[in-house]
Protein backbone atom coordinates (compact mmCIF):
# COMPACT_ATOMS: atom_id res chain seq x y z
CA UNK A 1 0.00 0.00 0.00
CA UNK A 2 1.50 2.97 -0.97
CA UNK A 3 -1.11 4.87 0.86
CA UNK A 4 -1.30 8.89 -0.52
CA UNK A 5 0.41 9.91 -2.53
CA UNK A 6 1.25 13.72 -3.61
CA UNK A 7 3.31 15.45 -7.39
CA UNK A 8 5.18 17.02 -7.46
CA UNK A 9 6.51 17.57 -3.58
CA UNK A 10 7.45 21.04 -4.94
CA UNK A 11 7.07 23.77 -7.17
CA UNK A 12 7.30 27.49 -8.14
CA UNK A 13 4.59 29.19 -10.55
CA UNK A 14 5.22 32.74 -12.09
CA UNK A 15 1.43 34.96 -11.19
CA UNK A 16 -1.30 34.09 -13.92
CA UNK A 17 0.48 30.47 -15.03
CA UNK A 18 -1.78 27.11 -14.21
CA UNK A 19 -1.54 24.00 -12.97
CA UNK A 20 -2.36 21.31 -11.44
CA UNK A 21 -1.41 19.06 -8.12
CA UNK A 22 -1.83 15.72 -8.37
CA UNK A 23 -3.47 13.27 -5.33
CA UNK A 24 -3.65 9.53 -5.47
CA UNK A 25 -4.67 6.86 -2.87
CA UNK A 26 -4.58 3.08 -3.10
CA UNK A 27 -7.10 2.21 -0.22
CA UNK A 28 -10.42 2.40 -1.79
CA UNK A 29 -11.29 5.31 0.07
CA UNK A 30 -14.86 7.01 -1.02
CA UNK A 31 -13.58 10.49 0.69
CA UNK A 32 -10.52 12.50 -0.90
CA UNK A 33 -10.45 16.05 0.50
CA UNK A 34 -7.87 18.96 0.13
CA UNK A 35 -5.95 21.41 2.47
CA UNK A 36 -3.65 24.19 2.40
CA UNK A 37 -1.82 24.99 5.45
CA UNK A 38 -0.57 28.54 6.09
CA UNK A 39 1.33 29.95 9.33
CA UNK A 40 -0.84 30.72 12.04
CA UNK A 41 -3.56 29.80 10.13
CA UNK A 42 -3.81 26.24 10.84
CA UNK A 43 -5.42 24.03 7.95
CA UNK A 44 -7.94 24.67 5.60
CA UNK A 45 -10.27 23.15 3.53
CA UNK A 46 -10.31 23.75 0.11
CA UNK A 47 -12.64 21.32 -1.96
CA UNK A 48 -13.65 17.32 -1.15
CA UNK A 49 -15.62 14.43 -2.83
CA UNK A 50 -17.41 12.10 -0.94
CA UNK A 51 -17.10 9.56 -4.39
CA UNK A 52 -16.36 9.57 -8.30
CA UNK A 53 -18.44 12.16 -9.66
CA UNK A 54 -19.34 14.19 -6.31
CA UNK A 55 -17.24 17.45 -5.17
CA UNK A 56 -18.08 19.96 -3.25
CA UNK A 57 -16.47 22.84 -1.43
CA UNK A 58 -14.70 23.74 1.09
CA UNK A 59 -13.80 26.63 3.34
CA UNK A 60 -11.21 28.12 0.99
CA UNK A 61 -12.65 26.98 -2.97
CA UNK A 62 -11.78 30.38 -4.38
CA UNK A 63 -9.32 29.99 -7.17
CA UNK A 64 -9.55 25.93 -7.38
CA UNK A 65 -10.69 23.41 -9.24
CA UNK A 66 -11.54 19.68 -8.40
CA UNK A 67 -12.80 16.78 -10.68
CA UNK A 68 -12.98 13.21 -9.41
CA UNK A 69 -13.12 11.12 -12.48
CA UNK A 70 -11.95 7.51 -10.68
CA UNK A 71 -12.21 6.64 -7.00
CA UNK A 72 -8.02 7.01 -6.70
CA UNK A 73 -7.03 9.92 -8.21
CA UNK A 74 -8.37 14.15 -6.68
CA UNK A 75 -6.48 16.65 -8.85
CA UNK A 76 -6.48 20.11 -7.88
CA UNK A 77 -6.52 22.63 -10.23
CA UNK A 78 -4.59 25.82 -9.77
CA UNK A 79 -6.18 28.13 -12.89
CA UNK A 80 -4.51 31.04 -12.56
CA UNK A 81 -2.19 31.38 -10.03
CA UNK A 82 -1.31 34.03 -7.66
CA UNK A 83 1.01 34.80 -4.62
CA UNK A 84 -1.90 34.33 -2.28
CA UNK A 85 -1.67 30.81 -3.25
CA UNK A 86 1.46 30.19 -2.16
CA UNK A 87 1.07 27.42 0.46
CA UNK A 88 2.13 23.90 1.68
CA UNK A 89 -1.31 21.58 -0.29
CA UNK A 90 -2.28 18.76 1.56
CA UNK A 91 -4.43 15.86 0.50
CA UNK A 92 -6.27 13.20 2.43
CA UNK A 93 -8.17 10.18 1.97
CA UNK A 94 -10.78 7.77 4.38
CA UNK A 95 -14.02 5.99 3.97
CA UNK A 96 -16.97 8.22 4.51
CA UNK A 97 -19.50 9.00 7.18
CA UNK A 98 -18.04 6.15 9.26
CA UNK A 99 -16.92 7.35 12.90
CA UNK A 100 -14.13 4.88 13.17
CA UNK A 101 -12.37 5.98 10.29
CA UNK A 102 -9.00 7.43 10.17
CA UNK A 103 -7.89 10.00 7.65
CA UNK A 104 -4.80 9.77 5.92
CA UNK A 105 -2.74 12.38 5.19
CA UNK A 106 -0.15 12.87 1.38
CA UNK A 107 3.45 14.12 2.57
CA UNK A 108 2.22 17.77 0.93
CA UNK A 109 3.34 20.04 -2.39
CA UNK A 110 4.93 22.71 -1.34
CA UNK A 111 3.79 25.95 -3.77
CA UNK A 112 5.51 28.95 -4.49
CA UNK A 113 3.69 31.86 -6.45
CA UNK A 114 5.86 34.63 -7.98
CA UNK B 1 -19.89 27.37 12.59
CA UNK B 2 -16.86 24.96 14.81
CA UNK B 3 -14.28 26.43 15.97
CA UNK B 4 -11.46 24.48 17.85
CA UNK B 5 -8.84 25.93 19.67
CA UNK B 6 -5.53 24.66 21.24
CA UNK B 7 -3.73 25.39 23.90
CA UNK B 8 -0.68 26.46 24.36
CA UNK B 9 0.52 26.85 21.37
CA UNK B 10 3.69 26.28 22.15
CA UNK B 11 4.82 24.22 25.49
CA UNK B 12 8.91 23.15 26.31
CA UNK B 13 9.59 20.74 28.62
CA UNK B 14 12.57 18.75 29.74
CA UNK B 15 12.81 15.03 28.74
CA UNK B 16 11.04 12.41 31.49
CA UNK B 17 8.20 14.78 32.02
CA UNK B 18 4.92 14.18 31.77
CA UNK B 19 2.70 16.58 29.63
CA UNK B 20 -0.83 17.75 29.01
CA UNK B 21 -2.28 19.32 25.63
CA UNK B 22 -5.43 21.20 25.09
CA UNK B 23 -8.22 21.05 22.42
CA UNK B 24 -11.83 22.96 22.82
CA UNK B 25 -14.06 22.92 20.21
CA UNK B 26 -17.35 24.77 20.47
CA UNK B 27 -20.13 22.16 18.49
CA UNK B 28 -20.31 19.54 20.59
CA UNK B 29 -22.22 17.10 17.73
CA UNK B 30 -18.83 15.46 16.15
CA UNK B 31 -18.38 12.36 14.72
CA UNK B 32 -15.08 12.03 15.96
CA UNK B 33 -12.21 13.69 17.02
CA UNK B 34 -8.86 13.22 15.25
CA UNK B 35 -5.15 13.84 16.89
CA UNK B 36 -2.30 14.21 15.08
CA UNK B 37 2.13 14.94 14.78
CA UNK B 38 3.58 17.19 12.56
CA UNK B 39 7.07 16.97 12.12
CA UNK B 40 8.79 20.07 10.39
CA UNK B 41 8.26 20.35 6.70
CA UNK B 42 6.72 17.09 6.88
CA UNK B 43 3.11 15.61 6.42
CA UNK B 44 0.44 14.88 9.20
CA UNK B 45 0.40 11.30 10.97
CA UNK B 46 -2.48 10.40 13.00
CA UNK B 47 -1.82 9.55 16.43
CA UNK B 48 -5.46 8.50 17.74
CA UNK B 49 -9.04 9.31 16.76
CA UNK B 50 -11.59 8.90 19.48
CA UNK B 51 -14.91 8.03 18.40
CA UNK B 52 -17.70 10.19 19.10
CA UNK B 53 -19.35 7.17 21.88
CA UNK B 54 -15.80 7.05 23.76
CA UNK B 55 -14.21 9.06 26.45
CA UNK B 56 -10.68 7.95 25.62
CA UNK B 57 -8.18 6.51 23.43
CA UNK B 58 -4.64 4.77 24.56
CA UNK B 59 -1.61 3.89 21.95
CA UNK B 60 1.65 3.47 23.85
CA UNK B 61 2.76 6.40 25.81
CA UNK B 62 -0.17 8.25 24.52
CA UNK B 63 -3.69 8.75 25.71
CA UNK B 64 -6.41 10.95 24.42
CA UNK B 65 -9.86 11.75 26.32
CA UNK B 66 -12.98 13.42 24.83
CA UNK B 67 -15.42 14.91 26.75
CA UNK B 68 -18.07 16.19 24.12
CA UNK B 69 -20.70 17.64 26.20
CA UNK B 70 -17.92 19.79 27.77
CA UNK B 71 -16.34 20.33 24.32
CA UNK B 72 -12.87 19.25 25.24
CA UNK B 73 -10.26 16.73 24.34
CA UNK B 74 -6.62 16.27 25.95
CA UNK B 75 -3.90 14.43 24.74
CA UNK B 76 -1.97 13.05 27.34
CA UNK B 77 1.70 12.21 26.73
CA UNK B 78 3.78 10.28 29.29
CA UNK B 79 7.32 10.10 30.38
CA UNK B 80 8.21 12.66 27.16
CA UNK B 81 11.16 12.25 24.75
CA UNK B 82 13.24 14.96 22.23
CA UNK B 83 11.52 12.62 19.39
CA UNK B 84 8.24 13.96 20.84
CA UNK B 85 9.11 17.11 19.56
CA UNK B 86 6.57 18.44 17.07
CA UNK B 87 3.38 19.89 16.83
CA UNK B 88 0.31 18.35 17.54
CA UNK B 89 -2.91 18.64 15.81
CA UNK B 90 -6.28 18.43 17.09
CA UNK B 91 -9.00 17.90 14.26
CA UNK B 92 -12.89 17.32 14.67
CA UNK B 93 -14.40 15.66 12.10
CA UNK B 94 -18.49 17.15 12.31
CA UNK B 95 -19.82 15.66 9.09
CA UNK B 96 -18.45 12.64 8.30
CA UNK B 97 -16.19 14.12 6.23
CA UNK B 98 -13.69 17.02 6.27
CA UNK B 99 -11.80 17.63 9.43
CA UNK B 100 -11.98 21.36 11.50
CA UNK B 101 -8.68 21.68 12.90
CA UNK B 102 -6.69 23.88 15.50
CA UNK B 103 -3.88 25.35 14.68
CA UNK B 104 -1.49 23.54 16.68
CA UNK B 105 0.67 23.27 19.79
CA UNK B 106 4.66 23.33 18.85
CA UNK B 107 6.28 20.89 22.04
CA UNK B 108 9.34 20.69 22.24
CA UNK B 109 11.36 18.47 24.37
CA UNK B 110 14.88 19.22 25.92
CA UNK B 111 17.43 16.10 26.32
Known amino acids: NAGVTQTPKFQVLKTGQSMTLQCAQD?????MSWYRQDPGMGLRLIHY???????DQGEVPNGYNVSRSTTEDFPLRLLSAAPSQTSVYFC?????????????FGPGTRLTVL | KQEVTQIPAALSVPEGENLVLNCSFTDSAIYNLQWFRQDPGKGLTSLLL?????REQTSGRLNASLDKSSGRSTLYIAASQPGDSATYLC??????????FGKGTTLSVSS
Open chain 1, 92 to 104: ASSYAGRDTDTQY
Open chain 1, 27 to 31: MNHEY
Open chain 2, 91 to 100: AVNQAGTALI
Open chain 2, 50 to 54: IQSSQ
Open chain 1, 49 to 55: SVGAGIT
